[in-house]
């Protein structure tokens, strides 16, 4: 395994432990979990693999396989950490004095700047590392809440828990049904081939930079429309119509979208066991109209490519993740794969977008020990 080799040429011997943790996309729930509502989440074929040793003193020296330098970057304590590095050390960081210092090296594989949460399957990939070596005996979940909070606190981005909780928890073949307050998750066959379908990555190649800001500012505005509300949080709001009608503008919208985006992530659940696999994809297109008109956080790219992947033959399509550039996902019977594509590469050129990059989605495992 050439992150093993690596490690042996950096740190001088093999590493203690190797762990994989995959990126993901998200079927349906978007801009719900830090509601405490639903999310469908289902892990990608790419992720990082995290090898790993500790130290006894507080070291850090990281070696990132897809850094530019092929240098480690050592680090004599927590606080000089910076830039991509923030993700690892805030791991070390959120475990306080359970751990030391470590040696560790880093290959990723999710394809950079797609919004399939790179940075996720990093902190998970160490996370689950040093639970192992330091025999500290977390859960996965327990694992996903400690990435989380590395994010949060260390790195300074106020994600929810999805991304993690998909990381830490997902199997093949499976998508990862998340209540995000009790935290209780099913993992739901997603069984796309035996239908005749494929679930198809659009991947934008476009990454708005003010996307962090606009996140941190719907998360606001959910807290300030629930505490008008007088719930806890967005979850506990079932009077839709009475809710509306206290509330006014953009808050009203993200009150609106959350709401129903949870009611879809029911819905879809339901059609998923149920078998009806080939009728989720009204689901996905009110998802994507939702976060495009009522939650603002799509973009040109990401409409157009649900709009033409719609055009070619899609069943159904929407944006994943936070938004504002990232990746789209399209529903397509095996037999529109290429006229999909083909679609939207030339809504793509019409418009003098950047050319789309297209990957398929198969639901892979979540976090796993790879040696
Ligand atoms: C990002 C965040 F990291 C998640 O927690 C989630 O809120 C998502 O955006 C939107 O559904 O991926």
Known sequence: MRVVEAFRAAFGASPQTVWHAPGRVNLIGEHTDYNDGFVLPFAVPWGVTAALTPRDDDTIRVLSLQSDSGQPVTMASREESRGWTRYVVGVLAMLGDRVRGADIAIDGDVPSGAGLSSSAALEVSVASALNDVHALGMTPMELALLSQKAENDFVGMPCGIMDQAASALCEEGHALFLDCRSLGSRNIPLDLASHGLSMLIIDTQVHHEHAGGEYAKRRAECESAARKLGVAALRDVTDLGGALARLQGDERKRVEHVVAENHRVEALVGLLRAGAVTEIGALL????????????????????????????????????????????????????????????????????FKAPRFLPATAAKGAHRVS
């Open 285 to 352: 297109n009110a998802s994507h109209l939702s976060l495009r008109d009522l939650y603002e956080v799509s973009s040109p790219e990401l409409d157009v490519a649900v709009e033409a992947s719609l055009k070619g033959g899609a069943r159904g399509a929407r944006m994943t993740g936070g938004g504002f550039g990232g990746s789209a996902i399209a529903l397509v019977p095996l037999e529109r794969l290429d006229s999909v594509k083909e679609s939207v590469s030339n809504a793509y050129a019409e418009r003098g």
